[in-house]
């Protein structure tokens, strides 16, 4: 049996609303809660002790979004997570030269640094710093930071060095990261504490170097191998050639955007080298997402499908065999099936037996999908039984997938035709190649075990 690969939500509900018997009761809150605390149990058990840096704008501060995104900020300490913020300064820097009426000057896409530039950006970086620690003391009843006892530290942490010429262009005191000081970091994070790096560097010889905030996050990351990096931008990710935003690329999908000029807007082509460099280096993942969505933070790290771009060192799906240890992922895909009546119930005994004819679908960790092979070699016929698709992945592919998995597997088999039984997803077997039946047409062993209360509905497609 199989359920179909839904185009959206709105459909699938429909559907089964459509069903005889088949609507579900409308859930309560408390319901609804406890759904959602256990749909984000394992982010929370996945992120205890983990590394976090998460980059921003000048711009974060100045229209006042830290004062909301500290309230994450506070859950996410409260949940383990070691916390390092990277803050930017451009605006700040372009408003106190305005003000000075002296012109900033560029070359590729980095500022000319001279004295008066320097000076704004030492006295910007150290009012941001303020701010930020102002805004993280907070405490107030009845809100998000209640109870909230974050200690943030800052400091000399990253030894940066000149860039020199670029070009002919002499970009004086705008340097690049040289080292970053781990230990020092380290010892902060060990006590809790969260740490805050400014977009400046230090020379051993006590100069001070203006730096970009894409390679000081990037560098940070890289060296305290943190399990993200994270970016809070204007926009909202990478776009594709329409418009829509990517939420997956690997590295190499990255960088062939980058080769081919495909990246806009023009902080992507900042921020997006800088989270592909970080996972070539070590880093586990890089996430861009807006500043400007209300708990973009919090929706991109526990939510399945996030709201931004994530950028990883592989793919994250895998379709593979099934294991022991996935026993507990696909009966979670299967038992809501099984409730409903869309799945015939297995035995448990009996599903771990025969794990070994499941596939399954992997996506970031999570069992997204399953389906199993059972092959009648004597009549060169197989069933596809037991497919399902987490509700959050359907009209995504992840059920043609799965199809076609076990059709390959099914030829290496050498069986002549496959065959499901379903009653309620037989239109989308239908456009996947399969052709209504008779029961007579089952193998002689399924056809003795056809259930006829059930009425379940005979599909074949000959391989």
Same mark, same amino acid.
């Given at each position: 049996?199989a359920?179909?690969?839904?185009?959206?939500?709105?459909?699938?509900?429909?559907?089964?609303?459509?069903?005889?018997?088949?609507?579900?009761?409308?859930?309560?809150?408390?319901?609804?809660?406890?759904?959602?605390?256990?749909s984000?149990?394992?982010?929370?058990?996945?992120?205890? !002790?983990?590394?976090?840096?998460?980059?921003f704008?000048?711009?974060?501060?100045?229209?006042?979004?830290?004062?909301?995104?500290?309230?994450?900020?506070?859950?996410?300490?409260?949940?383990?997570?070691?916390?390092?913020?990277?803050?930017?300064?451009r605006?700040?820097?372009?408003?106190?030269?305005?003000?000075?009426?002296?012109?900033?000057?560029?070359?590729?896409?980095?500022?000319?640094?001279?004295?008066a530039a320097?000076?704004?950006?030492?006295?910007v970086? !150290?009012?941001?710093?303020?701010?930020?620690?102002?805004?993280l003391?907070?405490?107030?009843?009845?809100?998000?930071?209640?109870?909230?006892?974050?200690?943030?530290a800052?400091?000399?942490?990253?030894?940066?060095?000149?860039?020199?010429?670029v070009?002919? +262009?002499?970009l004086?005191?705008?340097?690049?990261?040289?080292?970053?000081?781990v230990v020092?970091?380290?010892?902060?994070?060990?006590?809790?504490?969260?740490?805050?790096?400014?977009?400046?560097?230090?020379s051993?010889?006590g100069?001070?170097?203006?730096?970009? %905030?894409?390679?000081?996050?990037?560098?940070?990351? +890289?060296?305290?191998?943190?399990?993200?990096?994270?970016?809070?931008?204007?926009?909202?990710? +990478?776009?594709?050639?329409?418009? /829509?935003?990517?939420?997956?690329?690997t590295?190499?999908?990255?960088?062939?955007?980058?080769?081919r000029?495909?990246?806009?807007?023009?902080?992507?082509?900042?921020?997006?080298?800088?989270?592909?460099?970080?996972?070539?280096q070590g880093?586990?993942?890089?996430?861009?997402?807006?500043?400007?969505?209300?708990?973009?933070?919090?929706?991109?790290?526990?939510?399945?499908?996030?709201?931004?771009?994530?950028?990883?060192?592989?793919?994250l799906?895998?379709?593979?065999?099934?294991?022991?240890?996935?026993?507990? !992922?696909?009966?979670?895909?299967?038992?809501?099936?099984?409730?409903?009546?869309?799945?015939v119930?297995?035995?448990?005994? %009996?599903?771990?037996?025969?794990?070994?004819?499941?596939?399954?679908?992997?996506?970031?960790?999570?069992?997204?999908?399953?389906?199993?092979?059972?092959?009648?070699?004597?009549?060169?016929?197989?069933?596809?039984?037991?497919?399902a698709?987490?509700? /959050?992945?359907?009209?995504?592919?992840?059920?043609?997938?799965?199809?076609?998995?076990?059709?390959k597997?099914?030829?290496?088999?050498?069986?002549k035709?496959?065959? +499901?039984?379903?009653?309620?997803?037989?239109?989308?077997?239908?456009?996947?190649?399969?052709?209504?039946?008779?029961?007579?047409?089952?193998p002689?062993?399924?056809?003795?075990?056809?259930?006829?209360s059930?009425?379940?509905?005979?599909?074949?497609?000959?391989?």
């Amino acid at each position: 049996m199989a359920i179909p690969a839904q185009k959206d939500k709105k459909t699938a509900v429909q559907n089964v609303a459509k069903t005889p018997g088949g609507a579900r009761p409308r859930l309560s809150a408390q319901d609804r809660f406890i759904d959602w605390f256990q749909s984000v149990a394992p982010y929370i058990h996945a992120f205890r !002790g983990k590394v976090f840096v998460i980059a921003f704008g000048g711009e974060v501060v100045a229209d006042g979004r830290f004062f909301h995104l500290t309230h994450d900020l506070n859950l996410l300490a409260a949940l383990g997570v070691k916390l390092v913020l990277v803050h930017g300064s451009r605006r700040q820097i372009e408003a106190k030269l305005k003000t000075q009426k002296i012109r900033s000057r560029f070359a590729e896409k980095l500022r000319i640094t001279d004295a008066a530039a320097l000076q704004a950006a030492m006295e910007v970086a !150290g009012t941001l710093r303020v701010q930020i620690e102002a805004l993280l003391s907070m405490g107030l009843p009845n809100s998000p930071m209640a109870g909230a006892d974050i200690r943030v530290a800052s400091g000399n942490f990253v030894t940066a060095r000149p860039i020199g010429v670029v070009d002919g +262009v002499d970009l004086i005191h705008t340097g690049e990261v040289r080292k970053i000081d781990v230990v020092a970091i380290q010892r902060r994070l060990k006590d809790d504490e969260l740490v805050v790096i400014s977009p400046l560097g230090y020379s051993p010889t006590g100069e001070v170097f203006n730096l970009a %905030l894409g390679d000081v996050a990037a560098a940070t990351a +890289v060296a305290l191998k943190a399990d993200k990096l994270i970016f809070l931008m204007e926009s909202a990710g +990478v776009t594709g050639r329409r418009g /829509e935003l990517l939420r997956e690329l690997t590295v190499r999908e990255a960088r062939n955007l980058l080769t081919r000029g495909r990246v806009a807007p023009e902080e992507m082509q900042t921020y997006l080298p800088a989270a592909v460099r970080a996972c070539e280096q070590g880093v586990g993942r890089s996430h861009l997402i807006s500043g400007h969505l209300d708990d973009s933070l919090l929706l991109e790290l526990f939510t399945h499908k996030g709201v931004g771009t994530l950028v990883t060192p592989d793919p994250l799906e895998t379709l593979r065999h099934a294991k022991i240890e996935d026993i507990g !992922g696909i009966l979670g895909l299967i038992e809501p099936l099984e409730n409903e009546g869309i799945l015939v119930k297995r035995n448990r005994d %009996l599903l771990e037996m025969e794990i070994d004819r499941f596939w399954v679908l992997e996506h970031d960790r999570l069992i997204i999908g399953c389906a199993a092979l059972y092959p009648f070699s004597d009549e060169r016929s197989g069933e596809l039984a037991g497919l399902a698709v987490h509700p /959050e992945f359907r009209g995504r592919g992840a059920g043609e997938r799965l199809l076609a998995a076990i059709e390959k597997r099914a030829r290496g088999l050498r069986l002549k035709q496959l065959f +499901v039984l379903t009653t309620r997803a037989e239109h989308w077997f239908v456009e996947r190649g399969f052709i209504e039946t008779e029961v007579s047409a089952l193998p002689q062993k399924k056809k003795e075990l056809y259930n006829y209360s059930r009425r379940s509905v005979v599909l074949i497609k000959k391989l």
